[in-house]
């Protein structure tokens, strides 16, 4: 059964593609650019493909827009150069440049969203704990099957793949890319559970 679209999507939708055009007029690396918003070019699509017969919540379309928008500003300036990272650098005293770690948070922020609401649509888990465990392990598959591609990117493309991997030094920074998104999936989890279980019920009548 079709179901009539959500109003955020075709808005969300119009903002993202203005902003993907402007990220992409002078990025501060054109490969890079092209590695970080190729999930953007993905998904985008996908929403609308899948729009008439699998609506998402409100809350989920919105989060995937801000994510959106968090990897075109990454992919423009690279993360090791983003401006509001820098600011953020300077003004707690930081080592590095803590972009990428907002962007790996997010990381798991928004697919632990998506593949919860994936399960509850679904009714494929039954029991909170479990789902909520489930949630955490596939946003954990994601975060890990990301950083292979950065693996495979520096394989492949040699010191031209040290922007898009944006370690900044870093030894450890593929376990702290990790971390970062269990944060993020563990906050999504206690902050919008609730909300998102009210807007699921609320797509069923």
């Excluded at 650019?33 to 609506?55: G, Q």
């Excluded at 959106?68 to 003004?91: D, K, N, S, W």
């Excluded at 998506?114 to 596939?138: D, H, N, P, S, T």
């Excluded at 693996?151 to 031209?160: E, F, N, V």
Aim: proline share 4%.
């Amino acid at each position: 059964m079709t179901q009539p679209l959500d109003r955020w999507l075709p808005i969300g939708s119009a903002v993202v593609l203005v902003l993907l055009a402007v990220s992409g007029l002078r990025p501060y690396d054109r490969v890079t650019w092209w590695l970080e918003v190729m999930p953007v070019i993905i998904v985008l699509p996908l929403l609308w493909a899948t729009a008439a017969r699998y609506r998402l919540t409100t809350l989920l379309y919105l989060c995937i827009f801000v994510h959106a928008g968090v990897l075109m500003l990454g992919g423009a300036y690279t993360y090791a150069r983003v401006p509001l990272g820098l600011h953020l650098q300077e003004l707690l005293g930081l080592g590095r440049n803590p972009y990428d770690k907002i962007g790996h948070f997010f990381q798991g922020f928004v697919p632990a969203l998506a593949a919860r609401e994936i399960l509850v649509q679904g009714a494929y888990v039954r029991g909170r704990k479990m789902l909520a465990f489930l949630v955490l392990c596939v946003v954990l598959a994601i975060s890990a099957g990301y950083e292979l591609i950065e693996w495979a990117a520096a394989l492949a493309l040699g010191q031209g793949a040290d922007e898009f991997l944006g370690t900044q030094g870093d030894p450890w920074d593929t376990q702290s890319d990790m971390l970062m998104a269990l944060i993020g999936a563990g906050s999504a989890l206690l902050l919008l559970s609730g909300l998102q279980d009210r807007q699921i019920a609320a797509l069923r009548h």
